[in-house]
Structure formats: C-alpha cells, structure tokens
C-alpha cells in the first residue's frame, strides 16, 4: 500500500505496541510528509519480570521510552491516558477520551490493535483498546450527539475518519513496505530497553525482520495486493467507511 495519510493517529494499548506492529509504517508515513499523533492508553506499569521494579518506576520508565521512541519516529506529539496497565474496560469514559482525540486530531486513518482473534492468544488490553477504539472512529467521533459536550462545552467538532487499520489481524488485507524504514522501527523498537534488557539487540532484530518477512510473503501472495516484490513488510487488517 502506497498510501500515505495526511493525518494518522495511532491508539496504542502500551508502551511499545505501536513500534513492534506497526512502526515501519508509520516511519514511512512520517517520511512520507504524514503528521502522526499517538494516544497511548495505559502506563505499562505491568510489563516487567524485573524484581527490583515496582509499578510505578516501570510506568514512569516506560513513559519516557515511549517518548523516545516517538521521536525516532517522527510522531507529532503522544497524549498518554495514563490507565493502569491491564485495567483496561469498555467504558463510555474510556470511549470519550479516544473520541476526543480523534475529533481533535482528524485523521484521515487511525491505526490500532486488532480486537478480535480467533486463537485468543491477546492481551485483554488489546482487545478492549481495539474494540473501544473501532467504536470511537464509527460512530461516535462521526455523530455530534455522541458525547455532544465535547462541541459545547469545548468546541472540539465531530470527525469522520475515512478508514482503521488493525495490527496484529488473523486476516490481513493491506500490506505496507517497511523495508526502506526498516532500521528506523529497529531504532525506535530498541528505545524500549526496560522491554529489551534481556535481549541483545541482534536477537531482537532477527524477530522483528522475521515477522516483516512473513508480511511481505502474505502481501505477495494476496490476489488483491497491487504491491509484488516485498521483502519486509507490515500487515493490517484495513476497513474503509468512505473514500
């Protein structure tokens, strides 16, 4: 997929989600001319098999890799929601904060976690921030009723996005050539060291170039992909509401 968005907005359940699954794709949109925004919506501070960190210093860690990482990305700016890390719920509070950035940001596609997985084989944090988020795009950042204060206490006008890209999909239908930008995603993937401490980063990149050759080799055999020739690659499930 050659696309490249004006604007993207990446919802991402933690700290380092976005970089793994998706980070190719978004250097190439970066590089591309594209402004991307990030909303992160739990603190990581769960993620560690580490005994001499507690939940706070994790957060507060991963934190500061997620801003290191989106600066090697080139993403605009990341609103971090701050929810505890595998506490995540299908709220209408949750749902408001996702629309409200997506009304502010207006994007013209938001890339996030797949929802549904037939092995299950996913955290329950992925789950819930795909669904909510799926949710937030269609219809409730569309319609003004929905969650209406946000016009009228603060001005922030509804927003149709055109399309959702879903990482991490058992069927994939877009495939993005991350091979130019493939050092970058490696680049910005190490940025979260308290998630790579135990892996060199040579190991590392021998995972994450397997996967991306597993996407290309997807990508080249999709009877409806116009891209051939793809050695590295990101696959996503896309589902378009207008053109």
């Not at 995540?88 to 996030?112: C, G, H, M, Y």
């Not at 149709?160 to 930008?181: H, L």
């Not at 999709?222 to 690659?233: I, M, Q, R």
């Amino acid at each position: 997929m050659d696309f490249i968005p004006e604007r993207a907005l990446v919802i991402t359940p933690h700290p380092d989600d976005a970089e793994v699954w998706a980070g190719g794709t978004i250097a190439r949109w970066v590089r591309g001319g594209a402004e991307v925004h990030c909303v992160l919506c739990t603190d990581g501070g769960k993620g560690s098999d580490d005994p001499e960190l507690d939940s706070a210093a994790l957060a507060a860690a991963r934190s500061r890799e997620q801003l290191a990482a989106a600066a090697i990305l080139g993403i605009t700016d990341v609103v971090m929601l701050g929810r505890p890390d595998g506490e995540l719920e299908d709220t209408s509070d949750f749902r408001k904060a996702l629309v409200r950035q997506i009304r502010l940001v207006k994007p013209d596609v938001v890339l996030t976690t797949e929802p549904y997985r037939r092995n299950m084989q996913w955290h329950r944090d992925h789950r819930i921030a795909g669904q909510v988020a799926l949710d937030a795009v269609f219809p409730y950042a569309r319609d003004h009723l929905h969650f209406g204060e946000l016009f009228t206490n603060e001005g922030i006008e509804p927003h149709k996005t055109a399309a959702i890209m879903f990482w991490g999909s058992e069927n994939p239908n877009t495939f993005v050539d991350i091979a130019p930008d493939f050092d970058t995603k490696m680049d910005a993937v190490m940025a979260h060291a308290t998630q790579t401490r135990q892996r060199s980063r040579a190991d590392v990149q021998a995972f994450i170039r397997r996967r991306a050759e597993e996407a290309a080799a997807a990508g080249n055999s999709y009877p409806e992909e116009a891209v051939s020739g793809l050695t590295l690659a990101e696959a996503f499930r896309r589902v378009t509401f207008r053109t």
